[in-house]
């Protein structure tokens, strides 16, 4: 399942909107009842305006009611070659940590990982209290 996660991430990198970077990101999520929604990198000229592959799928997937997720598949390439990871930024990570657990599955080229491999410590609902 997570090799077919990681190509609609890589199909959902043909979307991307990256004129000024050149680098097509491409992003799979899955929801523990077993939907996929996708997302990939939207450029823009004032460029903190960018948002994210990961988080583009992420907020679909909420705007539709999903809240349980299972995996994330992240794909990037500047040429068409997406056998390199393409790890998720910090910003991605943190919205990640509002929605899943720390075991949450983060499928790269090079195999799967947890979240929190990549955030070990991350800022929740807990240090609002």
């Known amino acids: 399942m997570y090799n077919q996660l990681f190509e609609f991430a890589v199909k959902a990198a043909e979307n991307a909107y990256c004129k000024y ?7 799979a999520l899955l929801t523990a009842d077993g939907k996929i929604y996708t997302g ?18 992420i907020f679909k997937a909420v705007s539709e009611g999903a809240r349980d997720f299972s995996a994330i598949a992240v794909a990037g390439s500047s040429d068409g070659d997406f056998s390199k990871n393409c790890t998720p930024c910090g910003a991605c990570l943190q919205v990640m940590s509002e929605f899943c657990g720390r075991d949450f599955k983060i499928i790269l080229a090079d195999g799967v990982h947890n979240l929190s491999d990549f955030l070990p410590v991350s800022f929740g609902e807990e240090n609002l209290k």
């Open 21 to 27: 970077s050149g680098f097509h990101v491409g992003a």
């Open 40 to 57: 990939c990198n939207v450029e823009n000229a004032s460029y903190s305006m960018t948002i994210c592959a990961e988080r583009t799928a």
